[in-house]
């Protein structure tokens, strides 16, 4: 039983920094991605950024340049630093697993079958 379990969200002054953190437990060792998705009030949920256990990194377009994607298998812990917030990055942010090994759709919702329960960010202008 994969479970995952975020932090770190809170409400940031325009411009501020956080770093989400998701820690999972019943996950393989190998053959993983963990990814970072957020949803909007009336909004689709958007992916943000993933890492697979090979280190591969991907972001999504409102992301890259800002936000950084990170592990440390040491603690089963992936990490999300955001920097340069803006008040459209508001959203809960979710943290999701895909044990399937296979990436090509890595960036869709629907690849991912574990999911943490989500923590709130609110970026104030």
């Known amino acids: 039983q994969v479970q995952l379990v975020e932090s770190g969200g809170g409400l940031v002054q325009a411009g501020g920094s956080l770093k989400l953190s998701c820690i999972s437990s019943g996950r393989t060792r190998d053959n993983y991605a963990v990814a970072w998705f957020r949803q909007a009030p009336g909004k689709e949920r958007q992916f943000v950024a993933a890492i697979t256990w090979a280190d591969s990194t991907y972001y999504g377009d409102d992301s890259t340049g800002r936000f950084t994607i990170s592990e440390d298998t040491s603690r089963n812990a992936v990490y999300l630093q955001m920097r340069g917030l803006v008040p459209e990055d508001t959203a809960v942010y979710y943290c999701?697993?895909?044990?399937?090994?296979?990436?090509?759709?890595?960036?869709?919702?629907?690849?991912?079958?574990?999911w943490g329960q989500g923590t709130q960010v609110t970026v104030a202008s």
């Open positions: 999701a697993a895909d044990q399937s090994g296979n990436f090509a759709a890595i960036r869709s919702v629907g690849r991912y079958a574990h």
